[in-house]
């Protein structure tokens, strides 16, 4: 079987990790396969095409509009992992105008329904399946008749036959990971962690990256400290007690690899209940869910003065993590799937529901927002705004990639204009 995946970007919080896991598992379970990967923009890790070397994954890397089409032609199946972006509109709006024949799973590791990266009509009607990570990822604007699988992020497993002992109380050490964007995590998430009432604690952020609001708040920060990337997340983590992953409704990010990674080690996470990630753990089996930013500080301090309940916890993470967590079960399924798939006829995507112009693209993204952007801006708080304008996948991301479009320079422009009115 001839497996094409297509993601936006080549980063290790993305697709491509997952795809190499995919498939380095499926061909360990007896998969006759060949894949190859389509990164829709420029930029590569050297780390991770050092992986699909040794997987024997073929990399293309920003391929032309004709390869593309002819890859997608030539494909049993295509595995696109969405991300709302403007490479990624121009990837459907390709099939729509080409037509070219194709078996599309839709691979949906955001939750969905958070804007920008809610999935719009015109993705869901291109789908022939959908894999989706989140439970509550929708599946009412598929077409009829289209198989949906819901399995939980795929992880490279730790090169260890069990996980580090836990480490000792004599300071609690807690970490967050990933890129520190406004709007994927807490835009207060140095600030959660300042000041607990426990003797001794450090909070360290891995990632590589961060927004200008958080280096402001980090060189204030007596107890946060960022480390930067991490090449060996499972052994850099192994010092810690907690991940701390706090997210409001209006975040994001799904971290759904770094939760499953730290779970794996034992290592129990800590969110907040307004946020969808929350769906992913179970208070006091693994990790702890805080019903708002008052309680996530209490249940931290309360934890570190309990070493015993603490152990528990971790315990009960990991036993959880490895009877939940079937890797090869879950690609099992996959392959199941994609072999269904690839037994259907082929489709073409539906011209009549692809937008025309990248303006109505973006507004796409934004779910509910998109009426309220048209007809009543005004009703939008400052955060709101913020995200609209400025959010990957927001207004300003896709102008920067169509800076021609009047549509959305003046869509922007009216919003700024908003914005400041609302500032003074």
């Not at 209490?298 to 015993?308: I, K, N, R, V």
Request: with cysteine; glycine share 6%.
């Amino acid at each position: 079987m001839k497996i094409l995946y297509v993601i936006p970007r080549m980063t290790h919080g993305g697709g491509m990790p997952v795809v190499l896991t995919e498939v380095k598992t499926m061909r360990q379970l007896g998969a006759d396969l060949t894949a190859t990967v389509l990164v829709l923009e420029k930029g590569i890790s050297t780390h991770l095409m050092a992986g699909a070397v040794a997987v024997g994954v073929k990399v293309l890397v920003a391929p032309s509009p004709i390869l593309v089409s002819k890859l997608v032609g030539q494909a049993d199946v295509t595995v696109v992992h969405y991300w709302n972006c403007p490479s990624m509109f121009r990837f459907f709006r390709l099939l729509a105008d080409t037509q070219v024949p194709h078996r599309l799973c839709l691979s949906v590791r955001v939750n969905g329904c958070t804007l920008p990266q809610v999935v719009p009509p015109w993705v869901y009607a291109t789908a022939d399946g959908l894999v989706r990570l989140h439970p509550r990822t929708p599946t009412s604007a598929l077409r009829p008749g289209i198989e949906t699988l819901t399995i939980p992020s795929l992880i490279r497993f730790p090169d260890l036959d069990t996980p580090p002992a836990p480490p000792d109380f004599s300071t609690f050490r807690l970490f967050h990971a990933g890129t520190l964007n406004y709007f994927k995590t807490h835009p207060q998430l140095i600030a959660l962690h300042e000041g607990l009432s426990i003797d001794s604690y450090g909070f360290d952020i891995w990632g590589s990256g961060m927004d200008t609001l958080f280096e402001r708040d980090l060189a204030m920060a007596q107890h946060a400290v960022f480390r930067g990337f991490s090449a060996n997340l499972y052994a850099d983590m192994a010092p810690y007690h907690l991940l701390c992953n706090p997210q409001t409704t209006l975040s994001y990010g799904s971290f759904d690899k770094i939760m499953c990674e730290s779970q794996w080690m034992g290592k129990p996470v800590i969110v907040l209940k307004n946020s969808y990630i929350a769906d992913h753990i179970q208070t006091d089996i693994n990790g702890l869910v805080a019903e708002d930013e008052y309680q996530y500080r209490a249940m931290l301090e309360s934890l570190s003065a309990q070493p015993e309940a603490y152990k528990k916890l971790s315990d009960s993470t990991l036993q959880y993590t490895r009877s939940q967590y079937k890797r090869t079960d879950h690609v099992s399924s996959l392959i199941d799937f994609y072999t269904r798939m690839n037994q259907k006829l082929p489709t073409s995507a539906d011209r009549a529901c692809m937008p025309d112009q990248p303006s109505e693209a973006a507004l796409d993204g934004m779910g509910n927002w998109k009426q309220r952007l048209a007809d009543a801006p005004w009703s939008l708080s400052s955060d709101e705004l913020n995200y609209a304008l400025r959010c990957e996948g927001g207004l300003i991301h896709f102008y920067k990639a169509y800076p021609d479009d009047a549509a959305l320079r003046t869509r922007i422009t009216q919003l700024l204009a908003l914005e400041n009115s609302l500032a003074s």
